[in-house]
């Protein structure tokens, strides 16, 4: 197991905030309509850079609870019409507010707009009426520049955690890939010849995959269209892409190849398969820790 480090760090008055007034062209609107798949887009987006897994396995329920609730305000950063990051304010009690996400979606990282960004959050934080405290929480996980940015800001660590970082992981399923350009007969043979149920993927995912349901709700099983030689590829899901891959690696699988948020892996005898973000219902009570 690896050593994690968690920073908590804290404002106690708005006149230690230490802002970076050049804004570069980025426009910071709040949300003043709640659509909570907006807040999912940018936890999925920004978050897979992170380690942000935990709402990944959220129904849309969840979300909308989240994201409907009055002490939860969100603000999103625009550059040049686009999207270009967000962060979330959480009220709590004792007058305190937590900023309780905060990030630039991948194209906008690295440009020199994270004080800004951040100096906005901070300081709206601070004109939510009756605010006394603002403060936050960062990890060894997150961008080296962070904790580095949050103290040039004005805040101050008061409380450092170290533990030993662990893991969960579990098999997921399998992908049946297929060299063909024929998707709707290749997965009705498979659907047929396992006994399982058709299901149909919108839009563009729909073009490549279709879903085989398994009766148990165990397995996510899909037929898959691929340029490579038909093969069959285990998925296995954790909470931690880059601690599982370490101990497969540890064992004698390598790494082929790091694909959107999920990381190809050959083991020692050849066969290929994906490390993915934990997404199933039954994760936390079937994983294995690590």
Known sequence: MNELTTYYLEMKSVSSLKEKTDAMGLEIHEC?????????FFYQTIGEQWGWYDKLVWTDKQWKAYVEDENLRTWVAYSGGTPAGFFELKKQ?????ELAYFGLTPSFVE????GYFLSQAIRAAWTWEGTERVWLHT????HPGALHNYKARGMEVYKIEKSEQ??????AGFIIDCKTHDLNSASRFWADALGLKIKIFPGEEGEKY???????????IEVQTVEHESRVHLDIESDNIEAEVARLEKIGAK???EVKSWCVMESPTGQQFCIVPKASSQFEQEARQW
């Open 139 to 142: 990890c060894s996980l997150d």
């Open 166 to 171: 662990s893991h969960k992981s579990k098999l």
């Open 255 to 257: 790494k082929v190849t």
């Open 111 to 114: 440009k020199g707009l994270g």
């Open 32 to 40: 003043e309509t709640d659509q909570f798949q907006f807040n999912q």
């Open 210 to 220: 279709v879903g085989l349901i398994d009766p148990y709700g165990r397995l996510q």
């Open 93 to 97: 009690a004792a007058n305190n507010v």
